[in-house]
Nanobody, 118 residues
């Protein structure tokens, strides 16, 4: 079975940092585009960052320069380094996998990890 398990969320003060991790299993990890999404209460889910098979990345304008996405194909893990956190970054963060970067809605999703910035 496909599993995406996020970890690393927590509560931090504004300006602080966190590192989110996603452990993937049950599919050919290296063949999939990976991404991080977030959803705040009362808001739509938004794509935060994505990373293609060999490393090209894409970031939402709101996180450029503050967040860094990376992947380790050997360990089948995905990471998101969050720096200079702001209260508006508070959300549930989800890891996702898609065969094509533009079609995450049809891919695999984790259960999420909560990030709270005060």
């Amino acid at each position: 079975d496909v599993q995406l398990v996020e970890s690393g969320g927590g509560s931090v003060q504004a300006g602080g940092s966190l590192r989110l991790s996603c452990a993937a299993s049950g599919y050919t990890y290296s063949s999939y585009c990976m991404g991080w999404f977030r959803q705040a209460p009362g808001k739509e889910r938004e794509e935060v960052a994505s990373i293609d098979l060999l490393g090209p990345t894409n970031y939402a304008d709101s996180v450029k320069g503050r967040f860094t996405i990376s992947r380790d194909n050997a360990k089948t893990t995905l990471s998101l380094q969050l720096k200079s956190l702001k209260p508006e970054d508070t959300a549930m963060y989800y890891c996702a996998a898609s065969f094509v970067c533009d079609y995450f809605t049809k891919g695999y999703w984790g259960q999420g990890t909560q990030v709270t910035v005060s």
